[in-house]
């Protein structure tokens, strides 16, 4: 009997193969069913079939379990989620975020995760049903996307 995918995290344009890797690692830790990375977001395989031991250096083997997919785009892999009923779920500063601790987790989500510099696009985020926002209290304005990932999935998704 195949498994019910009930939790998603997307990955769009993340950068740097370690924090792709850390956050496979984290996905594992809290349960996430399957990752999709976007754009130019580093996959644990390349075109060519061959492993990047860069993504498996941070992911200590979950990027071999947790199911993956790589998409091109990703505005029409929102709308598709969202057809297939799943609440998607931006972690971003925005005018229009709540608080983290506040979000109460549906029974299908997906979980897009920003990249690292720029963050999501405003048109990205209209298309969001929610987002979110883990609140800064520092100097810094933001955290690592791996960081701010297992913040936000321990908390969301336990």
């Known amino acids: 009997m195949k498994k019910e995918i009930k ?3 997307i990955l769009p344009d993340i ?3 370690i924090n792709v890797g850390a956050i496979f690692r984290t ?3 809290v349960g996430v ?6 754009g130019w977001t580093p996959r644990p395989t390349d ?3 061959r ?3 860069d993504i498996g250096k941070s992911a200590l083997g979950a990027e071999t379990w947790i199911p993956w997919e790589y998409k091109e785009k990703l505005l029409p892999l929102i709308v598709s989620l969202k057809g297939d009923g799943y609440e998607v779920v931006a972690l971003e500063q925005s005018e229009d975020s709540i608080d983290y601790r506040k979000y109460k987790k549906p029974n299908k989500l997906a979980f897009i995760l920003g990249p690292e510099v720029t963050g999501l696009d405003k048109k990205i985020l209209k298309k969001c049903d929610k987002i979110v926002e883990i609140p800064m ?3 810094k304005e933001s ?3 791996s960081v701010a990932a297992g913040v936000a999935l321990f908390r969301i998704l336990r």
């Open 15 to 17: 950068r740097s193969a």
């Open 51 to 53: 492993v990047r031991k």
């Open 143 to 145: 955290l690592n996307v």
């Open 33 to 38: 069913d399957k990752i999709y990375l976007v």
């Open 137 to 139: 209290y520092g100097k």
């Open 47 to 49: 075109q060519f079939g």
């Open 7 to 9: 939790t998603i995290l």
């Open 27 to 29: 996905a594992d830790a």
